[in-house]
Each structure stands twice: as structure tokens, then as C-alpha cells.
């Protein structure tokens, strides 16, 4: 993991350290409000944003990271949650809203961060609500970004599809007239014929700039 992108020296030395103090944080992207929360007490600031702690009632999923280039999928569970991550829960759109999970270095056994790295990055999927006597549990699926690789794209290399990136490109203006163009290289076109009152034809041309 040491060479992943995103990992600058500082997060080297920790990783070579004897003993860590790990923590984890998840950012979730919904329409309205974004929910940032991670695995210890009170706030914490990460990249200028406030994470609330959430202790032992966030939990996470094992993530997979091989050499290989493929999706793996992630859930997030949060139990004892306030009124907010509820409401959010039921009335909020989470299709394919973004997620975030990062893992970070305490320093000096405060809460103060000494670096992170982002762990997993995707889409939620679904969400589900279990309520039994022990207490209300909101769990998250997600799947890795990773994934558009596997979904057919239905862009084409044409100005329609090129208008729905940008409406103010015209690159492919003439992509379709294109398709039918007939383009005479290297030989005389069937409309060229011999020049008439004693020009030079398109053969004689030909073999004159053979010689």
C-alpha cells in the first residue's frame, strides 16, 4: 500500500511506525446534505471539513485492494443514529449519490489528524432500515467507481451525443457527411474527360509526370 497514489511521506512514515493510531471516516454525498461521520469521539477536521464522531456505533466492511483492476463493493452500517441520518434515511434520494471512505493517523492521541487516505470511492446503491429491540441500524451498499468499466457507454462519435457533453461543441459537425463522401485519390474522378479544343488529357498528364 505504500506506493498507492494519494499517500505523500508523511503517511509513509506512519505506516513504518511501531504503533499506530487508526481511525476511519465516510463522507456521503445526498441531494440536500452531506453526512460526514467517523469512528471516535466528538468532531473532527479533515481537509476543512467536520467529521462527527460516531465511535463503535460506525461500522465498515472488509475492502479488498489487489493489483487488479476491478470493482469491489463496500457497506456501511450506523446504529444509534440521531434524527438527521434518519429523516435523510427515508426522504432522501441515495441512488448513485457519491460516498467516500478514508482512513487516517491520529496525533498525539488527540483528535487532531496526521494524514489520510481514501480507501473506497463509489456510489450507493441501496439502503436499508432494520429496526428490532436492540435498536435502529441504517445499512448503505455502495459499489466502487470501478464499475463504469463493465456498463456499455451510449455516447457515440457524433454531434447529437457530443451536444449532450457539451452543447457548444461543434467537433463533430461533420462526422455524418462523412460516412458517404466519396474522395478520388490518386486517380482521375469518372467526371474528369478529355479537354476539348486540343487540351491535354487526363492520361497524357498522368504519363507526363511519370517522365
Known sequence: ??????????????????Q??????????????????????????????TYTGAGDLLGITDIEDTLEIKSTNCSFTLSGMDETVLNLALSE????RKIFLFMGYLSGGGNVSAGEITLFSGRMTNLSINDDPDGMTIIV???????????????????????????????????????????????PSNDDTSNSGGGTSNEDQVQTIRR
Open 20 to 49: 499506530q493510531l487508526l481511525f476511519f471516516a465516510v463522507k456521503a454525498q445526498f441531494d440536500t446534505e452531506t453526512i460526514r461521520l467517523w469512528t471516535g469521539i466528538d468532531d473532527i477536521t479533515l481537509d476543512g471539513e
Open 93 to 96: 434520494d441515495i441512488q448513485n
Open 141 to 187: 451498499n455502495a459499489e466502487n467507481r470501478l464499475v463504469d468499466l463493465n456498463r456499455p457507454c451510449n455516447l457515440r462519435y457524433t454531434l447529437a451525443s457530443q451536444q449532450i457533453i457539451n452543447s457548444t461543441d461543434t467537433g463533430f459537425k461533420y462526422v455524418m457527411a462523412l460516412q458517404d463522401k466519396q474522395i478520388d485519390w490518386g486517380r
Open 1 to 18: 500500500m505504500a506506493s498507492r497514489s494519494g499517500i505523500d511521506s508523511q503517511i509513509t512514515n506512519r505506516l513504518g511506525a511501531d
